[in-house]
């Protein structure tokens, strides 16, 4: 990995600290998201570069893991090696679309568990409305790394985590694959412990509260329900 970039943004110039933005930049991750983006790649297509990406940055993602160090008999002798500390993470896709970036991260962490929170906006107001909600047991205590494709207005992200917050967790990431920055703002004012992960930042929103210039509604393309 080329790695990510850091930025303590601090979009409103208060110079408060804000949890980081890391934006992944990688040549595989960019061709992929130019891809996607075309308004002529199907469905299909599109879930698995969605998939790959997600992959791909989750390298970044967890790369601050907590380590520990057991014995591990070779075939040749006995010594001391890194290993995970924890056993428990969760992976919580926001609905619909978030659920094409699971796949992706349990390929890298198949012990990972995964919970769900069902949001849709308001096509008029463009406010989040919760209408799921299912988390493994115990999963307050983990490494929580909450996965949605677009961070627009932030309002669905910065739901979702107030959410999680309420019900106990304190160890939360945010992942996405586009972000505006109205939504990453929107993100560190209600949420500063929080760090992003993003592959890309564009310039802003629409007058539909679309990223421009994004990649559309990214529930249909995964889908195909438009
Ligand atoms: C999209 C997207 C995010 C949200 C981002 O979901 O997947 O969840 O919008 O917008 P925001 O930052 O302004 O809240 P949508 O509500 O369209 O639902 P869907 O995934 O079911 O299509
Ligand atoms: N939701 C999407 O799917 N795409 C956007 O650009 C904004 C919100």
């Given at each position: 990995?080329?790695?990510s970039?850091?930025?303590?943004?601090?979009?409103?110039?208060?110079?408060?600290?804000?949890?980081?933005?890391?934006?992944?930049?990688?040549?595989?991750?960019?061709?992929?998201?130019?891809?996607?983006?075309?308004?002529?790649t199907?469905?299909?297509?599109?879930?698995?570069?969605?998939?790959?990406?997600?992959?791909?940055?989750?390298?970044?993602?967890?790369?601050?893991?907590?380590?520990k160090?057991?014995?591990?008999?070779?075939?040749?002798?006995?010594?001391?090696?890194p290993?995970?500390?924890?056993d428990?993470f969760?992976?919580?896709?926001?609905?619909?679309?978030?659920?094409?970036?699971?796949?992706?991260?349990?390929e890298?962490?198949?012990?990972?568990?995964?919970?769900?929170i069902?949001l849709?906006?308001n096509?008029?107001?463009?406010?989040?409305?919760?209408?799921?909600y299912?988390?493994p047991?115990?999963?307050?205590?983990s490494?929580?790394?909450?996965?949605?494709p677009?961070?627009?207005?932030?309002g669905?992200a910065?739901d979702?985590?107030?959410s999680?917050?309420a019900?106990?967790?304190t160890?939360?990431?945010?992942v996405n694959?586009?972000?505006?920055?109205?939504?990453?703002?929107?993100?560190?004012?209600?949420?500063?412990?929080?760090?992003?992960y993003?592959?890309?930042?564009d310039?802003?929103?629409?007058?539909q509260?679309?990223i421009?210039?994004?990649?559309?509604d990214?529930?249909?393309?995964?889908?195909?329900?438009?």
């Amino acid at each position: 990995m080329q790695g990510s970039d850091f930025f303590e943004t601090d979009f409103q110039g208060t110079g408060a600290i804000m949890a980081s933005l890391h934006v992944i930049t990688h040549p595989l991750i960019e061709a992929k998201l130019t891809r996607m983006r075309d308004v002529d790649t199907p469905s299909a297509e599109f879930r698995s570069l969605l998939k790959e990406i997600s992959l791909l940055m989750g390298y970044e993602i967890t790369r601050d893991f907590q380590m520990k160090t057991i014995e591990v008999q070779t075939p040749i002798q006995k010594g001391e090696f890194p290993t995970l500390k924890e056993d428990f993470f969760t992976i919580v896709p926001i609905l619909r679309a978030g659920l094409g970036m699971v796949d992706g991260l349990l390929e890298l962490m198949p012990f990972a568990h995964v919970g769900h929170i069902g949001l849709v906006r308001n096509e008029e107001t463009h406010m989040p409305e919760e209408y799921y909600y299912k988390m493994p047991e115990g999963f307050e205590s983990s490494v929580v790394m909450v996965v949605d494709p677009m961070l627009a207005t932030g309002g669905s992200a910065c739901d979702a985590l107030s959410s999680l917050k309420a019900r106990g967790c304190t160890n939360l990431r945010l992942v996405n694959l586009i972000a505006a920055p109205q939504g990453i703002e929107a993100v560190q004012q209600a949420h500063p412990d929080v760090d992003i992960y993003v592959a890309a930042v564009d310039q802003g929103l629409n007058d539909q509260a679309y990223i421009v210039p994004g990649l559309g509604d990214a529930g249909d393309r995964v889908f195909g329900t438009r």
